[in-house]
């Protein structure tokens, strides 16, 4: 059983293109969230979802829209694509986002890459 | 300055050998510390939370030091199985449980 599994795994897209990646955790989490990985490797957390409300955002520009239609699902939505969008996105859940740290659970990631 | 610091590596080692890892972290009030693992093209996994009085999972031992904002990462017997990157990640009291990675440390274990 897949924890955490999002869709697409690849997505190959033009510059201006709009285009959204799918998750869901089957755990039961009432904390989701988006992560980026960039070309170096470098990993740095998007936007954050406890319970379907928004508790994370970074600096992220408003072309990214994220969307958590119930606490099982975050999707993220880019409009205008660009060169540098490409990375590999992370979705990931815990279970919670208060007290102590919970553990954080990741999904396969979604290879972005735009021509 | 980054917020986590870490040696990119990699580090070959042979196998059956001892390798450290070490880490800085700038916020003094960062709460949390973790050790993640990450496979070539996979997604990283939690290998082990770290805590102030050190802690030891079979042949991984972690260790905190909050005065000098200083993790590490013990790995004795290293096995071919090690491979990876592994991420210092930290996470600030009250952040929503926001993790702050570091840039991974590569390892790899050759025979």
């Known amino acids: 059983d897949t924890a955490v599994s999002q869709t697409p795994k690849y997505l190959v897209t033009q510059m201006g293109n709009d285009k959204s990646i799918k998750c869901e955790q089957n755990?039961?989490?009432?904390?989701m969230y988006w992560y980026k990985q960039d070309s170096k490797k470098f990993l740095k957390i998007m936007f954050s979802y406890n319970n379907k409300e928004l508790i994370i955002n970074e600096t992220v520009p408003n072309r990214f829209s994220p969307k958590s239609p119930d606490k099982a699902h975050l999707n993220l939505h880019i409009n205008s694509l660009e060169l540098g969008d490409s990375a590999v996105y992370f979705c990931a859940s815990s279970q919670g986002a208060g007290g102590p740290s919970y553990e954080q659970y990741f999904g396969p990631g979604t290879r972005l890459t735009v021509t | 300055r980054k917020e986590v610091e870490q040696d990119p590596g990699p580090f070959n080692v042979p196998e059956g050998a001892t390798v450290a890892f070490n880490c800085t972290y700038s916020?003094?009030?960062?709460?949390?510390f973790f050790w993640y693992r990450q496979d070539c093209r996979k997604e990283p996994k939690l290998l082990m939370s770290v805590y102030s009085s050190g802690n030891e999972d079979g042949r991984f031992t972690a260790q905190l030091n909050r005065a000098s904002q200083y993790i590490s990462l013990l790995i004795r017997d290293s096995k071919l199985s090690d491979s990876a990157t592994y991420l210092c990640v930290v996470n600030l009291r009250g952040g929503g449980n926001k993790l702050t990675f570091g840039t991974g440390t590569q390892l790899k274990v050759e025979l």
């Open positions: 755990l039961g989490h009432d904390t």
């Open positions: 916020n003094s009030a960062s709460q949390s």
